[in-house]
């Protein structure tokens, strides 16, 4: 298993653009999540899914970020338009079932950066 | 308010001393309360669960209930320890996520 996968690895868009990041959770796990690093406020949980559904999106900043999770094996979080703020590092991770203890497997990132 | 502090953002020390990660938390029920780990270029990963009450790489952290922490430690620091910890508290039921600190980055220089 190749384990979470992020796309792009690395993403440079210029401020008003629309930029979409996706995610394959690893087979089997019901939960993902979707996260922001950033220096100065850390890892920032944005919003996470249970079975496909959104349980929590208390976490996302504004109406110019969505996300969805259309099936099982697949999601996207979509920011338009971005602006020069949104440049961070964002994590998908998955778990085999969210809370309980669970370990979350997180992806490699995607690093944004908006000029 | 649940919340979990990392007051150090930055702790370096030589390799061969101790280290103490520190890890503080807030949470009104029964938390389950993690480590992870992010070595250069590498993905972000569990290091050790308190209810595992493991050692891992050598590390350990025990719950101290009644000072609410959950601090990190090592007798002899390596410099392949150098990376970035995060400590994380989750519910103990099922559905709820992860809540990290900032971040400590640890270096342990020669």
């Known amino acids: 298993d190749a384990g979470v996968i992020q796309s792009p690895r690395h993403e440079v868009t210029e401020m008003g653009q629309e930029v979409t990041l996706r995610c394959k959770p690893i087979?089997?796990?019901?939960?993902l999540f979707w996260y922001r690093q950033t220096m100065m406020r850390g890892l920032e949980l944005l919003i996470y899914f249970n079975n496909n559904v959104p349980i929590d999106d208390s976490g996302m900043p504004e109406d110019r970020f969505s996300a969805k999770m259309p099936n099982a094996s697949f999601s996207t979080l979509k920011i338009q338009p971005s602006e020069p703020r949104d440049s961070a590092v964002y994590f998908c991770?998955?778990?085999?079932?969210?809370?309980?203890?669970?370990?979350?497997?997180f992806g490699p990132g995607t690093r944004l950066t908006v000029l | 308010a649940q919340r979990v502090t990392q007051p150090e953002k930055l702790l370096s020390v030589f390799k061969g001393a101790p280290v103490e990660l520190k890890c503080n938390y807030s949470y009104s029920g029964s938390p389950e309360l993690f480590w992870y780990v992010q070595y250069s270029r590498q993905r972000l990963q569990l290091l050790l669960r308190?209810?595992s009450r493991e050692s891992i790489k050598g590390f350990t952290a025990d719950l101290n209930k009644g000072e609410t922490s959950f601090h990190l430690k090592k007798p002899f620091a390596q410099e392949e320890d150098s990376a970035m910890y995060y400590c994380a508290l989750s519910s103990n039921q099922a559905g709820t996520a992860l809540i990290f600190g900032k971040g400590t980055t640890l270096s342990v220089s020669s």
């Open positions: 087979s089997g796990h019901n939960s």
């Open positions: 991770a998955s778990s085999p079932r969210a809370g309980a203890g669970n370990e979350q497997f």
């Open positions: 308190h209810i």
